[in-house]
């Protein structure tokens, strides 16, 4: 009887393997026989079998035979310079072999869900132009043929660094900062498409995946530049009387003035090197309060510079009669005088005092009109203009007194 066919890899080279399982199929289906030696399996193409009787029949060993089917080829993923694995698809149960460039033994595998996937060993640097082998066998199939996959450069490696990103603060990054970086970075590396590719880590770097998976790691401070910070302005000096507030400046910045009491800070731009901003109506400066002034230049941080508001105080010394008279701050001007437009009260004789003060020595006048200026400065509770008006009755008393013990001292004579 003819047996079931064996299947073999290549029927015009049968291995003895091949003609063991030949024998085996033709003493199967004709148990007559039990010797392999009863049965001749030819170069010439053909197979002669003998049996107990002595009688011979030939076939031809082709139709003996069935060629094996050869697996389907694997698939193979793009592998580049950094890659760290390797990995395709193929046929569940199938056995894949991945042959690595420098790798003295294929790496072997089984394909589980239709993936397969082996790591590229331990220090193996892959290089651009090589090749990777991989074969695919299925279950009783002939090995596939060979895929060949070149190991291209990672584009990680064609990184182009971006144009730096200007920040307050490069330890702190806000999420707008990190926006404008990512920005910054896809502008440079056009292939990177998604925000979700850039990583902005707590770790102070930048992890950048592109599209063949590979990626670059940079430190984040290599992506931004710390925003300078603008100059201090200069504040004139601000008193209890003042009615606007102004200094120095540079042009086109813009100055933000913050006064207590005031719900919103009142903002002006310098022109020519100069700022100035009213007081607002109603508002009493008060000596000791903090005047915070802030100048913010085009793309720099802003700088602040506080000064304290000072009481007006009378420099101690000799007013001229109708002269308003000068002033000065405690601590922080001393040699300050009133500017044109203020109206600080001052100290005001009339002419009847003026005459008084004549008749007296230079030394008297000057020891009187010194304290009427100091009792000047004290807060009016009505006792200052008694004092005053008791004060010129005391020296009036006085000059009567010397008038009439010289009239005295005439008539003695």
Do not use: C
């Amino acid at each position: 009887m003819t047996p079931v066919k064996t299947t073999v890899n290549n029927p015009s080279q049968l291995t003895e393997e091949d003609k063991g399982k030949i024998k085996t199929a033709i003493k199967t289906s004709n148990p007559e026989i039990k010797a392999d030696d009863k049965i001749t399996i030819g170069d010439n193409g053909n197979t002669t079998i003998e049996f107990p009787d002595g009688s011979k029949k030939v076939t031809p060993t082709k139709d003996l035979v069935v060629e094996r089917a050869t697996s389907a080829e694997p698939t193979v993923s793009t592998v580049h310079t950094q890659s760290k694995e390797i990995s395709g698809t193929g046929v569940d149960g199938s056995t894949v072999k991945v042959t690595i460039p420098g790798v003295d033994q294929p790496i072997e595998t089984t394909v589980a869900n239709g993936k397969w996937s082996v790591n590229v060993p331990t220090g193996k640097k892959l290089t651009a132009g090589e090749k990777i082998q991989v074969t695919q066998t299925e279950v009783d199939k002939k090995v596939s043929g060979t895929v060949e996959k070149a190991i291209s450069k990672a584009k990680a490696e064609d990184y182009v660094t971006p144009v730096k990103t200007t920040v307050n603060n490069p330890s702190q990054l806000t999420e707008e900062d990190k926006g404008k970086i990512k920005t910054a970075i896809k502008t440079s590396n056009p292939e990177i498409k998604a925000d979700d590719k850039i990583t902005i880590g707590d770790n102070g770097n930048t992890t950048i995946e592109f599209p063949d998976g590979s990626k670059k790691v940079t430190p984040t401070k290599d992506l931004v530049v710390e925003r300078a910070t603008s100059a201090e302005p200069t504040v004139s000096t601000v008193h209890t009387q003042s009615k606007e507030i102004s200094g120095t400046g540079v042009d086109g910045s813009t100055v933000k003035v913050t006064i207590p009491g005031v719900d919103q800070p009142i903002e002006t731009t310098v022109a020519n090197g100069k700022w100035s901003v009213n007081v607002p109506t109603g508002k009493k400066l008060t000596a000791g309060e903090k005047i915070q002034v802030t100048q913010t230049e085009p793309n720099k941080k802003p700088k602040v510079k506080t000064v304290k508001v000072v009481g007006v105080i009378y420099r101690h010394g000799d007013p001229l009669v109708n002269e308003k008279p000068m002033f000065n701050y405690q601590t922080e001007n001393p040699d300050y005088t009133v500017p044109n437009g203020e109206d600080p009260l001052g100290i005001h004789q009339t002419s009847q005092q003026k005459q008084t003060t004549d008749n007296l020595s230079q030394l008297e006048a000057n020891q009187r009109v010194k304290a009427a200026s100091r009792k000047k400065v004290l807060p009016n509770t009505g006792s200052h203009s008694s004092q005053t008006w008791g004060g010129w009755i005391l020296t009036l008393g006085g000059l009567i007194t010397l008038l009439a013990g010289k009239k005295r001292k005439k008539e003695d004579e």
